[in-house]
């Protein structure tokens, strides 16, 4: 079976709903989403172009255009092409080489992400808490450590914790997405604990409902999430100023849906939890005012095992950074002036899609 050709992916790349790249972020990720207004601007354009990639890298790999493995495969020649300086004409792509290149981004981080999608396409169970860890530190520990990098943290503690930040996220995606992802038939909860609960996995893949023991098993997921929420806290302090109420709103909002969970009887089965968009806007509020008061831990926790492979690659090229760091501030504005046009032209071709399709059609 024959690979699809960069070239091929470029054109579809054109092709695309230039509207829905414009709104990724708002329909992708609500939270994630309601938390980016609160970046400064230095950092909205690099966040929402490895946003992009992210998203169309997964989008990619769940479609049906092509195989998991030849999506795959094709993911991983446009990370060789992004860090050879030599991006597809994908338009998020080169908004990722950017980012690339402005920051010295570790592949690492993006390796590890793909690396998570490779294990989704496989249909792989997660048998203990660990193991889910481990899943978890590819697809959104990854964007906490690539966040943490784009702000210009190096120091480890700050990255674990933002690595574990998402983890505490991923987990309460799970959490919530229990019925949604049982009708695909997919299990994220640790398998041992289901069977200690009384639950035979495949039995109950076969009708899932919401029992007394499968809501034993989220709330216990919950706390994990929970755990790794107060740990990541502290991390925040150590962010740039004007980046902390952002990801500070991120934590709490994403922990509000864990609340929300149990406000619903930890029933993920036949409901999805949402957080309202009032209850968002007082979240909002409270981390603008509450992130300047946080303070680092004197007694750093050690790392999650799942993510330590993430900080060690991370603290391994702040050498290689500072050995090639940029001769001048300019180069650097020049950067993020490419990717902030860019990303421009995504809205102003949005805007002329949009228009184009509401305008009324003459019959012939």
Aim: glycine share 6%; proline share 5%.
């Amino acid at each position: 079976m024959s690979t699809p050709s960069s070239s091929t992916l470029s054109t579809s790349a054109t092709e695309l709903d230039l509207e829905s790249c414009v709104g990724m972020m708002r329909a992708g990720s609500k939270t994630f989403f309601a938390a980016s207004r609160l970046l400064p601007q230095r950092m909205r354009a690099a966040s929402v172009a490895l946003y992009a990639f992210c998203r169309v890298a997964d989008d990619l790999v769940d479609g049906a255009e092509y195989s998991p493995t030849q999506s795959l495969k094709l993911l991983h020649h446009r990370l060789d092409r992004v860090y050879q300086g030599q991006p597809t004409e994908a338009i998020e792509d080169q908004a990722l080489a950017l980012v690339v290149q402005q920051y010295q981004l570790p592949r690492l981080l993006l390796d590890g992400l793909l690396e998570g999608f490779a294990w989704d396409a496989e249909g792989r169970r997660y048998d203990t808490l660990e193991q889910l860890h481990s899943y978890a530190a590819r697809v959104a520990g990854t964007v906490g450590g690539m966040m943490c990098w784009i702000m210009g943290i190096r120091h480890p503690v700050a990255l674990a914790r933002a690595c574990e930040l998402g983890v505490a996220m991923q987990l309460t995606n799970i959490a919530r997405d229990v019925g949604d992802d049982a009708r695909m038939g997919r299990i994220y909860l640790p398998y041992a604990w289901l069977q200690e609960a009384g639950i035979t996995p495949q039995e109950w893949l076969q009708q899932p409902e919401c029992t007394p023991a499968l809501q034993s098993v989220v709330s216990r997921l919950l706390d994990e999430a929970d755990r790794l929420y107060e740990q990541a806290s502290a991390g925040i302090a150590n962010l740039p100023k004007d980046c902390r109420p952002a990801i500070l709103a991120a934590r709490l909002i994403y922990a509000e849906i864990g609340h929300q969970l149990r406000r619903n009887g930890l029933n993920s089965v036949d409901h999805r939890a949402v957080v309202g968009t009032p209850t968002k806007l007082m979240l909002l509020g409270q981390s603008h005012l509450s992130a300047a008061w946080i303070k680092p831990a004197e007694h750093p926790p050690k790392p999650l095992d799942a993510i330590a492979y993430l900080v060690d690659g991370c603290v391994a090229q702040v050498a290689c950074e500072t050995a090639h760091a940029p001769s001048t501030a300019t180069s650097s504005r020049s950067a993020v002036d490419k990717i902030e046009w860019m990303l421009v032209l995504f809205e102003r071709l949005a805007h002329e899609r949009r228009d184009a399709m509401e305008a009324p059609r003459v019959l012939h």
